[in-house]
């Protein structure tokens, strides 16, 4: 049975930093290229971060580079999403993906951004 479970999300303050983790079973991890997308309250999915299968290559969007960082443990089958400097237009549900031969998601975690 294949799952992907966030957690580490929370409450943080503007500035703020949180540590997002994905775990995955039930897949060959180490095959799957996998991402963090996140969806803000009344808004569509928003692609963040994503890293090759072997951690080589990483991607962001405009909006958190520099201030986010996406890094795997293919030993641990986890994958994370380090967010420093934190902002308020940062709130969001944040999703753990990973796609190869096929595409799997996780239920999110909420993160929220607020003094």
């Known amino acids: 049975q294949v799952q992907l479970v966030e957690s580490g999300g929370g409450l943080a303050q503007p500035g703020g930093s949180l540590r997002l983790s994905c775990a995955a079973s039930?897949?060959?991890?180490?095959?799957?290229?996998m991402s963090w997308a996140r969806q803000a309250p009344g808004k569509g999915l928003e692609w963040v971060s994503g890293?090759?299968?072997?951690?080589?290559?990483?991607y962001y969007v405009d909006s958190v580079k520099g201030r986010f960082t996406i890094s795997r443990d293919n030993g641990k089958n986890t994958v994370y999403l380090q967010m420093n400097s934190l902002k308020p237009e940062d709130t969001a549900v944040y999703y753990c993906?990973?796609?190869?031969?096929?595409?799997?998601w996780g239920k999110g975690t909420l993160v929220t951004v607020s003094s």
């Open positions: 993906n990973a796609k190869f031969l096929r595409e799997y």
């Open positions: 039930g897949f060959t991890f180490s095959r799957y290229a």
């Open positions: 890293i090759s299968s072997d951690g080589s290559d990483t």
